[in-house]
């Protein structure tokens, strides 16, 4: 009898323990089974993330590309895209980190995912501000175009004006300047009853006769004018006097020797000047001209010959 019992304890025994391990063997299959489709979905995350990332570089660099095609249009966009493109590398670096371990937790996983969808808002923003910039900056480009049409439209005439205002000038400056009616240079010498008598012999001659007359100008002021005579010898140099009588004056620009300056009260009633120079030392045959200046402007010439 006692046999018979402790064979049906041994037996409940042998089957608790039996029950006890199959439990224990169930929920470590059932931890394996888990822990396996843990492992299978984070690899497949991993897998897609990977994925995305390549899928971003090749954004990045089309983004590059483009950045470089639109930068330097303006300074704000410049400024904008140097910004947003800090922003941007920074997310991409922050998400190739996240991805560079060789153990990678599901949080890591779900801060690259959250990090790249940051990534996409950054450059959907840049590209939108990018094309508004572009818009307004093409704007302003078609507007500066049609504002520099009108400059140079406006510049054309204004140098028309102007064109025209200098011709008036220069007329209004050649008609009011005084001229000459008459000028004569003439070589004189002394005859035996104290008269003068023109002579073309440089032995014979005693001085050089000028005679000018000024012609009526209603434009002209009246008042004390200056001209200047220049003789010109045969070698073409200024003749100078011998009593000091002699300078320069401004014309063209430059200064020009003269032989004697005289001033005359221009009244405009047809003054004539007369005045002689004595003979200078150092003359030689050969053509002089006689050269009037007065204003800035040539007035006349006259010429004689000595032999």
């Known amino acids: ?31 394996l089974v888990t822990k396996n489709n843990q492992l299978q979905n ?21 983004l590059r590309v483009n950045l470089e095609l639109k930068s330097g249009q303006n300074a704000k966009l410049d400024s904008i895209i140097q910004v947003r493109n ?20 599901q949080t890591e996983l779900s801060n690259a995912t959250k990090e790249m969808a940051a990534f996409k808002d950054e450059v959907e923003k840049l590209k939108a501000e990018i094309e508004e910039l572009s818009k307004q900056n093409q704007y302003l480009k078609d507007e500066n175009y049609v504002m520099q049409k009108q400059i140079d439209a406006e510049r054309e005439i204004n140098q028309e004006i102007l064109n025209e205002n200098t011709e008036l000038v220069k007329q209004v400056e050649v008609g009011s300047r005084i001229f000459l009616k008459s000028l004569i240079a003439a070589p004189m010498r002394n ?29 002209v002021s009246q008042g004390d004018k200056t001209l200047y005579f ?78």
Request: glycine content about 6%.
């Open 230 to 307: 220049q003789i010109i010898t045969p070698n073409k140099s200024t003749l100078l006097s011998d009593n000091n009588t002699s300078g320069t004056f401004n014309f063209d620009g430059g200064d020009r020797m003269y032989t004697l300056k005289k001033s005359v009260n221009f009244q405009n009633k047809n003054e004539t000047i007369i005045f002689s120079i004595p003979k200078i030392d150092g003359m030689t045959e050969g053509n002089y001209i006689v050269n009037v200046f007065s204003q800035n402007h040539k007035m006349g010439s006259s010429e004689f010959l000595l032999r």
């Open 191 to 219: 005859t035996l009853v104290g008269g003068l008598k023109i002579t073309d012999k440089l032995s014979k001659l005693e001085k050089i006769e000028v005679s000018c007359t000024l012609g009526n100008n209603d434009l």
């Open 42 to 62: 984070t690899q497949t995350e991993l897998v897609d993330t990977n994925k995305e990332l390549d899928d971003l570089k090749i954004i990045e660099d089309e």
């Open 1 to 31: 009898m006692n046999l018979q019992t402790n064979d049906k304890r041994s037996k409940r025994l042998l089957f608790l323990m039996i029950f006890t391990l199959v439990l224990i063997n169930a929920g470590l299959i059932y931890q």
């Open 86 to 105: 800090q922003v941007i590398q920074k997310k991409i670096i922050q998400i190739r980190g996240l991805l560079s371990k060789e153990k990678v937790t």
